[in-house]
């Protein structure tokens, strides 16, 4: 890992950390925008430490909201990092349309389905419209702020 790579993580895992300060309520608390800079992390790092940053970012979040699910975000926290890694793959794989929606399902359903077994069907149910609504604001923001970073990285490329 270089310098550069290790100083854009930290640089990357701080905006995570200031996007979980953003909460959307919406019922659980740790719902917030931790995951935009994670997304575009993805045109900078490789995906195992994009994953990283979204690990790191969520944890942080849930620390601003005081952990209310206690020890389950460490599993979240996994899914975050997994679901971020499938992204920046996809991205840097050329696959632009699928990686949104990867992360839109992976993010809003498939990270919320251990909790019907681990927590309860009701639980489940409650926070994936609130979790795919996250996802969106999430991604959407990412979306607008990727062409624009990519741009000022061409011009200077120039």
């Known amino acids: 890992m270089t310098t550069r790579n290790l100083a ?13 300060m953003l909460k959307i309520p919406l019922g659980i608390a740790s719902i917030a925008l931790d995951a935009m800079p994670a997304l575009v992390a993805a045109l900078f790092l490789a ?17 601003y909201g005081g952990f209310p699910l206690g020890p389950f975000h ?24 699928v990686k949104w929606i990867a992360f839109l399902l992976g993010n809003g359903i498939v990270a919320a389905f251990p909790f019907y077994f681990l927590l309860s069907p009701a639980f489940f149910y409650a926070s ?23 741009n000022r990285i061409r011009g200077r490329v120039k």
């Open 128 to 150: 994936v419209p609130g979790l795919l609504f996250a996802s969106a604001v999430n991604a959407l923001g990412a979306a607008f702020i990727m062409p624009l970073t990519m």
């Open 47 to 63: 995906a195992p430490l994009a994953g990283t940053v979204a690990m790191l970012g969520h944890l942080a979040s849930a620390l």
């Open 8 to 20: 854009l993580a930290a640089l990357f895992v701080s905006l995570s950390a200031i996007g979980g």
């Open 74 to 97: 460490i599993i979240i926290a996994f899914e975050m990092g997994g679901i971020v890694w499938l992204f920046a793959t996809l991205h840097q794989s050329g696959r632009h349309l």
